[in-house]
């Protein structure tokens, strides 16, 4: 390595909260309670996930894996799109910081060994290189266009063992009704359990919601600084959490809480795509005017 080199090289991470992403407390501790708690039941399983930028997250996954079971990591990295669409999404978000050598610079600052890399679209994974059934948790959070969203989805579904666990991020950002629009459609039309939600990811199961949610409500989450409630979606008891409390190295909190709403007003909020938000809205005030509350 030359002067020069060494000059531009990005230093060497010395928490997790130094890799460059964005993965904030919640979900730090949403991971971690999960993991843990999958390995106190002795349940045993690999672990997957589908988009891993610069190894933020995937530095904490690392740290739950057991002896015996696989960590799979699928990325395009710093290989071309498989199309235009998502070629142009990483030219605005990604091109020039992400790249396998960083990932595995950060990844190894932390853990002897590296996970399994495939470096290739998401969407290979549909060939079966990870068994069906094998895994106890998947993280998506790969491409935000809807079309390989919704192939990610079935991805876990067929990888996820019983009652393993998905997390899709991004379920709710303006910029992202693609991720919005193939998360919901999982529930509606493929049998996807919500858990849990946060600002910024959606925690869900093919398997028993209801007993994951048993042991979420026996930790002292408000006690610990979180936000929480509950919704009903669709027949489903959904429990939102967010940390009101500061964020890793000072980043800013999540928003703070918003006046109380009926549930149809907070569902339309904060956790419908915007698009759905606005049809929500219209078709509220549509009922004010007629008298209808």
Not at 88 to 100: I, V
Not at 206 to 233: C, H, N, P, S, T
């Amino acid at each position: 390595m030359t002067s020069a080199d060494t000059a531009t090289a990005a230093p060497v991470p010395r928490t997790p909260d130094d890799v460059p992403g964005w993965f904030w407390k919640a979900d730090q501790e949403i991971f971690g309670w999960l993991l843990s708690r999958q390995t106190a039941a002795g349940t045993s399983g690999d672990l997957l996930e589908l988009g891993a930028y610069l190894g933020r997250s995937a530095v904490v996954l690392g740290r739950y894996l057991q002896p015996g079971e696989t960590f799979t990591v699928c990325d395009l990295f710093d290989s071309d799109a498989p199309d235009a669409e998502n070629s142009a999404e990483m030219d605005m978000s990604y091109r020039k910081s992400l790249t396998r050598q960083a990932f595995e610079t950060n990844y190894l600052a932390f853990h002897e060994e590296l996970p399994v890399i495939v470096q290739a679209p998401t969407s290979v994974l549909a060939d079966g290189r990870v068994p069906a059934g094998s895994c106890r948790f998947v993280h998506v959070d790969a491409s935000h266009l809807y079309e390989h969203v919704a192939g990610d989805a079935l991805v876990a579904r067929d990888v996820l063992a019983k009652d393993g666990v998905v997390a899709f991020d991004d379920y709710r950002a303006p910029h992202t009704p693609g991720v919005a629009a193939a998360v919901w459609e999982a529930v509606f039309n493929l049998g996807l359990k919500p858990v849990c939600l946060t600002p910024e990811k959606f925690y869900g199961t093919w398997g028993d919601a209801a007993a994951v949610q048993k042991d979420l409500l026996a930790r002292d989450w408000r006690g610990e600084g979180f936000r929480m409630d509950d919704e009903q979606i669709a027949g489903h008891t959904c429990y939102r959490l967010a940390f009101d409390g500061p964020q890793p190295n000072g980043a800013p909190q999540v928003r703070p809480a918003a006046p109380q709403r009926s549930t149809a007003r907070r569902i339309a909020i904060d956790v419908l795509p915007p698009f759905a938000t606005r049809a929500a809205r219209r078709a509220m005030r549509a009922a004010r005017a007629r008298g209808v509350r």
